[in-house]
Nanobody
Framework: QLQLVESGGGLVQPGGSLRLSCAASGFTLDYYFIVWFRQAPGKEREGVSCISTTDGTTYYADSVKGRFTISRDKAKNTVYLQMNSAKPEDTAVYYC?????????????????????WGKGTLVTVSS
């Protein structure tokens, strides 16, 4: 069964850090684009970060640039999202998604929701 499973969400104080994980099973993430999306209550789902597992290229939305870092552990078939300097506006359900190549760049992927595989999400709450 092909699936993505997110973990690592929880409650974090403003200014704090959290690391989200996206583990793939049933397939390898080689050659995929992996995108972290988030959806806050009452808002549309938005792409926040992307990594190309082919060449390691990364992309960040302006709202998280300089605070979030996306990375991949090939041996664990897992992608991470390191969240630093968390803000209350980062509160959302975070989803990871994978796509084999409808588009050519991460900048295109963060603007689409047309992905091959989706996880079920993990809730991040930034609050004191």
């Amino acid at each position: 069964q092909l699936q993505l499973v997110e973990s690592g969400g929880g409650l974090v104080q403003p200014g704090g850090s959290l690391r989200l994980s996206c583990a793939a099973s049933g397939f390898t993430l080689d050659y995929y684009f992996i995108v972290w999306f988030r959806q806050a209550p009452g808002k549309e789902r938005e792409g926040v970060s992307c990594i190309s597992t082919t060449d390691g290229t990364t992309y960040y939305a302006d709202s998280v640039k300089g605070r979030f870092t996306i990375s991949r552990d090939k041996a664990k078939n897992t992608v991470y999202l390191q969240m630093n300097s968390a803000k209350p506006e980062d509160t959302a359900v975070y989803y990871c998604a994978a796509d084999l190549g409808k588009y050519y760049t991460c900048s295109a992927y963060v603007r689409t929701k047309n992905m091959d595989y989706w996880g079920k999400g993990t809730l991040v709450t930034v609050s004191s």
